[in-house]
């Protein structure tokens, strides 16, 4: 079993649809999503919030097909976004705009421009630059810009440096001492109105505490800003809760929303959460085909149809993804590394795997539901692969396959 996907009389399923089904239709490789999976996950936040005042902002980031933001909005969610493009995502998938928050260290004046057009929930801002470039952006328009300041409590937290947001040398956030000072600055701007305060320690934390660390500074702070007659009216906790993909274990949602709960037990404002990865994570895979068994004298290599480029986690952070064939097999004795056809010795999906394997035979990458296919890319002139949802029993194509045609377009030779 991996994530949403189960064995049932041998094949790999989820929502009642075999994945070779699914490879025989759509080709691979292909990333698979469960609606289903989403929605309980999705839920599972929701009503650990019971009467609690709150919004679930989903991270964009994680997974940005429209067919799963559409999914997610017909919830009720909210949205996370990072970019003007995100954002004109979030739209055309039915997302309110009043729902939506809009983090990131570098936005641009036009991606200002849009949100205050379309009248997004707040800006989560994350420097005094760019504090004063959107209240020159407000100003041109004759608005208010609605701000949250994203302070960086300087925690540590177990996780890959690379996913590590909350410690002061990393690039986001107001650092922790300064962070008065701005909400002091920004109450007395024109055109900022001040309407929260948010953090976000980082990505894949499985344990509760280094959250909890960072909202006890958080309160602390924000004490004293309410001390100074300044009114918040939401606080945004951010995302990051961890998934299993081998045998973390991370809190469920309702410990982790339980804790949230007390530490906020005395007040009352909204309490934002930006879930990404822990709602999409484990609704997909990744399917893929062997094309080559090669052996050497050091080692057997599975060459398989998809590649760094499909799914990135593995070469980027040394992620581990289970990998599973799609037809159940005893484990064999043969130990592959699982490789792409990428021209980079970084090019691999898994390491060390024992699986009993013949060319042709599909696998299912675990665990691929969240920074999968968002983060894929055309290198080495591969297009992009094919998205598929299943919705109870029916297997929809929420994103074609590209073509080499579809590379080529928007390039030119000179004259
Ligand atoms: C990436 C990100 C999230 C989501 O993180 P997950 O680990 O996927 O839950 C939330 N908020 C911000 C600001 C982010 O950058």
């Known amino acids: 079993m991996i994530g949403a996907f189960a064995y ?59 067919a799963i933001l559409d999914t997610l909005a017909r919830l009720g969610s909210g949205f996370d976004i990072v970019s003007g493009g995100e954002l004109q995502r979030v739209i055309e998938a039915g997302g309110e705009p009043e729902k939506t928050v809009f983090s990131g260290v570098g936005k641009q004046a036009d991606e200002m421009h849009k949100a205050l057009d379309v009248g997004i929930k707040c800006f989560n801002v994350e420097s005094l630059e760019e504090l004063d470039r959107l209240n020159q952006v407000a100003a041109e328009r004759d608005v208010k810009a609605p701000v949250s300041f994203r302070v960086n409590p300087d925690v540590d937290v177990k996780t890959h440096p690379y996913i590590a947001t909350g410690l002061k040398q990393n690039k986001f956030g107001i650092p922790w001492e300064e962070a008065f000072t ?34 006890e500074r958080l309160m602390d702070l924000t004490r004293q800003i309410e001390a100074a007659g300044i009114t918040l009216r939401h606080i945004d906790v951010g995302g990051g809760l961890g998934i299993p993909y081998k045998d973390e274990s991370p809190p469920t949602e309702a410990e982790f929303v339980s804790a949230l709960r007390q530490v906020f037990a005395n007040r009352v404002e909204q309490i934002i959460i930006e879930p990404g990865r822990s709602i999409v994570g ?14 050497t004298p050091h080692k057997n290599f599975a060459i398989v149809d998809a590649a760094m480029n499909d799914l990135l986690r593995p070469s980027l952070y040394g992620a581990w993804h289970e990998i599973l064939p799609v037809h159940e ?31 042709g035979d599909l696998l299912a990458v675990g665990s691929a ?10 290198y080495n ?9 299943l919705d109870k029993g029916v297997m929809h194509e929420i994103r074609k396959r590209e073509t080499v045609a579809d590379l080529l377009q928007p390039e030119t030779t000179l004259p």
């Open 182 to 215: 701005a909400y002091e600055q920004a109450a007395s701007m024109n055109h900022i109105e001040v309407t929260g305060i948010d953090c976000h320690i980082g990505s894949q934390i499985t344990a509760i505490d280094p959250f909890i660390n960072a909202l």
């Open 282 to 295: 484990n609704a997909g895979v990744l399917l893929t085909r062997v094309e080559y068994l090669k052996h």
């Open 381 to 389: 002139t591969r297009p992009r692969a094919c998205e598929v949802m």
């Open 369 to 378: 539901g969240a920074y999968g296919f968002c983060m894929s890319s055309n």
């Open 8 to 66: 049932r009389d041998g094949q790999l399923m989820a929502e009642g649809i075999a994945l070779g089904d699914i490879a025989a239709r759509f080709g691979t490789p292909c990333y698979v999503y469960s609606r289903q999976a989403i929605e309980a996950r999705w839920q599972a936040y929701n009503e650990a919030f019971g009467d609690t005042d709150h919004l679930i902002c989903y991270a964009v980031k994680a997974n940005s097909n429209l």
């Open 329 to 359: 097999a005893p484990p064999g004795e043969q130990t592959y590394d699982i490789v792409g056809p990428v021209c980079e010795t970084g090019d691999f999906l898994g390491q060390g795997r024992t699986l009993d394997l013949r060319v």
